[in-house]
């Protein structure tokens, strides 16, 4: 059973940036790493999501985050980070992240991922 744990959330002004973090509890270059979140009355959206380090992964975002936020993994670590710039109040949300066992080389946020963290909120407001 693989664990996730994210880390950073917080309350950040407008325009701020924070760096979301996801630690597994075992290596995770065979899994496609996800973020998601979801605001108060609102579905879950896929953020973010990077297949398995088995191939070069490009990313897939959102188009809401397109040029303001930036996933990276470090296997070495067993940890998938999340950088959010130029904070909106919309950003506001639980972000969680995602796993799954993966041999794609494809990122893709619309397929169903089989382990998750508890979430960490972000609250993005002056």
């Known amino acids: 059973q693989l664990q996730l744990v994210e880390s950073g959330g917080g309350l950040v002004q407008p325009g701020g940036s924070l760096r979301l973090s996801c630690a597994a509890s075992r290596s995770t270059s065979g899994y496609a790493i996800g973020w998601f979140r979801q605001a108060p009355g609102k579905d879950r959206e896929g953020v973010s999501c990077i297949a398995s380090s088995r191939g070069t992964p490009t990313p897939v975002y959102a188009d809401s985050v397109k040029g303001r936020f930036t996933i990276s993994r470090d296997d070495a670590k067993n940890t998938v980070y999340l950088q959010m710039n130029s904070l909106k109040p919309e950003d506001t949300a639980v972000y969680y992240c995602?796993?799954?066992?993966?041999?794609?080389?494809?990122?893709?946020?619309?397929?169903?991922?089989?382990?998750w963290g508890q979430g960490t909120p972000v609250t993005v407001s002056s």
């Open positions: 995602a796993a799954r066992w993966s041999f794609s080389t494809t990122s893709n946020c619309g397929v169903t991922y089989d382990y």
